[in-house]
């Protein structure tokens, strides 16, 4: 296949999912309504802890971002996908503009779902250690503050990243992924994307281990006091919080790495495309799951509305 060397086009051309034409709308179908879920179930759960009073407490507001990321990041890219599913070869293609703000929005999301748990593990830590002093350092204000630096640091960090990407000659036209991301969007260059390498490394090693940091961090001191402790009901509730909020990282983690490291390797660019779209779907399916079996607050206030 020969490269398309137009310089600077603004008409971008996306790859496609290798699937059988027998199975197209079956897997459309599957897609679709996975969708609808984490659409319905995410903004569910985010009005049900804004309509009820019981449920403003800094864990259930701090997840409110994760659900508002998980809305943002799907709507931004899964109706596109679904749309270019359908379409030939031909027909799949994307304005540059519109690519770069998908792009930005991509990492916006991913960046922001580290910050946000990051803050939930300092929340947990404070909850759970410093119980006597947790309603004067976890104050509504401190809650805002924290959620308004998780966004606003992924949108400086993904600023700079997309930014830098933005700035290079384009001599292709073939976005080679399902959708557009930084790494899709710096491969069009034919100019040396030596800084952006560099910066796009330094990024993810500094967000990953932030993140892995303060968790493993936060949990020890967690583990150390409940293991001191014998307090039966502070242990029993430090488990099914912590458990909750340690499998969403799990998942969202492992989901992550699994693009980053295949990226690395051009031979597996079936399996690449396939997590990417896992990567957004299975977070964002599992969390208002997780959060409403574990969470014993939003099971009361989800039968309770049921019932009336």
Not at 43 to 65: D, E, R, S, V, W
Not at 142 to 170: D, E, H, T, Y
Not at 202 to 209: A, E, H, I, Q, Y
Not at 244 to 265: D, E, N
């Amino acid at each position: 296949m020969m490269e398309n060397y137009t310089y600077n086009s603004l008409t971008l051309q996306l790859e496609r999912l290798n699937i059988s034409e027998d199975y197209v709308h079956a897997v459309f179908v599957v897609i679709f309504f996975t969708y609808m879920f984490i659409m319905v179930a995410n903004a569910g759960i985010t009005l049900l802890i804004f309509i009820n009073k019981n449920l403003h407490q800094p864990m259930f507001l701090l997840y409110c971002n994760l659900s508002l990321n998980d809305i943002l990041g799907n709507c931004v890219m899964i109706p596109r996908f679904l749309s270019d599913m359908l379409m030939s070869t031909s027909e799949r293609i994307i304005n540059f503009h519109e690519c770069v703000v998908q792009a930005f929005v991509v990492h916006l999301s991913a960046t922001t779902a580290h910050t946000v748990l990051m803050i939930m593990a300092f929340d947990r830590y404070v909850a759970i250690c410093n119980p006597l002093h947790y309603t004067t350092i976890m104050t509504s204000k401190m809650v805002w503050k924290l959620s308004l630096s998780a966004w606003g640091v992924g949108f400086v960090l993904v600023g700079i990243l997309i930014g830098l990407s933005v700035r290079l000659n384009r001599c292709r036209t073939l976005i080679t992924n399902l959708y557009c991301d930084n790494a899709s969007l710096f491969k069009l260059s034919c100019d040396s994307v030596f800084i952006n390498n560099v910066y796009g490394l330094t990024f993810t090693v500094v967000l990953l281990t932030s993140s892995i940091g303060s968790i493993v961090l936060t949990y020890t001191k967690i583990t150390v006091v409940c293991l001191t402790s014998k307090n039966k009901s502070l242990n029993k509730k430090a488990l099914k919080t912590c458990s909750t909020h340690l499998t969403v990282y799990l998942i969202m983690f492992i989901c992550g790495m699994m693009i980053i490291v295949l990226h690395r390797f051009p031979q597996f660019s079936y399996y690449r495309k396939l997590c990417a779209i896992l990567f957004r779907m299975i977070p964002g399916s599992l969390q208002p799951v997780i959060y409403g079996i574990q969470s014993e607050e939003i099971r009361k206030s989800v039968l309770k509305l049921f019932r009336n």
